[in-house]
């Protein structure tokens, strides 16, 4: 089944210089880029983006650190988009991520963790509405035949 979720390249992937091989990484992987932007995040766009989290503890510092510096937004999509853009990205505290994800080859603390995904279909819907809300593109690869599907080529 294909799927669409929202990525966000945090402050700290653009400061780094390592936004473009984040990307990178999962266009390899076979997830297809329906939307790009590269965007300053004012603190209106940040609390809605973050409502989810308003009074937690933490919630001051996130909108803090989005809107430090632009980010890079995108709309991947492919077979099981979520859950695949989960696993690559790894555990929210960059400690406890697993090698070879991008939090546990590239960070290191705290909110210094790269890299927002979308966590389910609904939140990835309204994620996407409130990024992109001229839509996204739509297309096919001639490559996604051999990526995305378990049947022989015709």
């Known amino acids: 089944m294909s799927e669409r979720t929202l990525v966000i390249l945090k402050p700290d992937a653009v400061q780094r210089a390592i936004a473009a091989e984040i990307l990178s990484r999962f266009e390899r992987r076979g997830l297809r880029i329906v939307a790009l932007g590269l965007l300053k ?8 983006h973050y409502a ?8 001051d510092e996130l909108v803090k650190t989005i809107t430090a510096s632009p980010v890079i937004a995108a709309v991947l999509e492919g077979p099981n988009a979520i859950a695949v853009v989960r696993a690559m990205v790894g555990a929210t505290r960059p400690h406890e991520a697993a090698p070879g994800s991008i939090r546990g080859d590239y960070a290191l603390v705290g909110l210094r963790n790269l890299v927002h995904a979308s966590d389910a279909l609904e939140t990835a819907a309204s994620e996407i509405a409130l990024w992109f809300p001229d839509g996204i593109v739509s297309y096919e690869r001639g490559i996604d035949r051999w990526i995305s599907t378990d049947k022989a080529p015709s």
């Open 41 to 48: 995040v004012d603190r209106a766009m940040a609390e809605r």
């Open 52 to 59: 989810v989290h308003k009074g937690k503890f933490f919630y």
